[in-house]
């Protein structure tokens, strides 16, 4: 298991040539920027247990490569999140039972496998650069895109900063001076709490 923490910022679709262009990234990033597509399916049960018990299942598609991906409850404030997670390789699209039984979730024990059954979908174009600042090490990753649930959807345009290492101050001081010249809005959502807040609605 590895603890993910990160800072999530909310931005308009105006400003993303903005963002992509920043002073910043010349003045800071190490590698980047690359982009590339990714698609996610979510999976829960028909009574949503695990968003329930604030757990998030999915499989990701990236460059014809697919990883299954589970990450338990957390604690968020402004944008800021740690939580769980874990995530390993997997053949195709069908989940991984066998890898899921060594990581679940006490609190889900009497959920069944064949429970598990796909909700709810984003699909996002990812731009990252990797960022060494005041001693951190940081990647922020650009998502625009759309959760998508049935026929209903709603966008994505989001900034994450995830901290890799250093100290975690680091991520609201980069956060701080792209704000100067963009307007950049902590956001306590994950785009699975996103996915079924539009299953919720469209539902």
């Known amino acids: 298991m590895s603890f993910e923490t990160e800072l999530k910022l909310s931005l308009s679709e105006n400003s993303i040539s903005q963002l992509k262009t920043h002073s910043f990234w010349k003045k800071f990033a190490v590698e980047g920027p690359g982009t590339f597509h990714l698609g996610n ?19 990701r598609e990236k460059n014809g490569e697919y990883f299954q991906t589970l990450k338990t409850k957390g604690e968020s404030i402004n944008g800021l999140t740690r939580r769980g997670e874990w995530e390993w390789r997997i053949p195709g699209n069908q989940l991984d039972f066998s890898g899921l039984t060594e990581v679940w979730p006490e609190s889900l ?42 026929d209903a959807h709603s966008p994505i ?11 975690e101050s680091v991520l609201q001081k980069i956060a ?23 299953l919720y609605r469209s539902g």
Request: glycine share 8%; charged share 30%; net charge negative.
């Open 41 to 59: 399916i979510y999976y829960d049960t028909e009574d949503m247990a695990l968003n329930q018990a604030r757990v998030a299942l999915r499989i």
């Open 109 to 150: 024990q009497g959920v069944a496998p064949d429970q598990l059954q796909p909700l709810f979908a984003t699909d996002f174009d990812r731009t990252t650069w990797l960022v060494e600042y005041d001693g951190a090490r940081v990647e922020a990753a650009l998502d625009h895109g759309l959760v998508k649930s049935g």
């Open 157 to 167: 345009c989001e900034l994450e900063l995830e901290l890799i290492e250093g100290d």
């Open 176 to 198: 701080d001076e792209l704000g100067q010249t963009i307007q950049l809005t902590p956001s306590d959502q994950s785009k699975a709490e996103r996915g079924f807040e539009l």
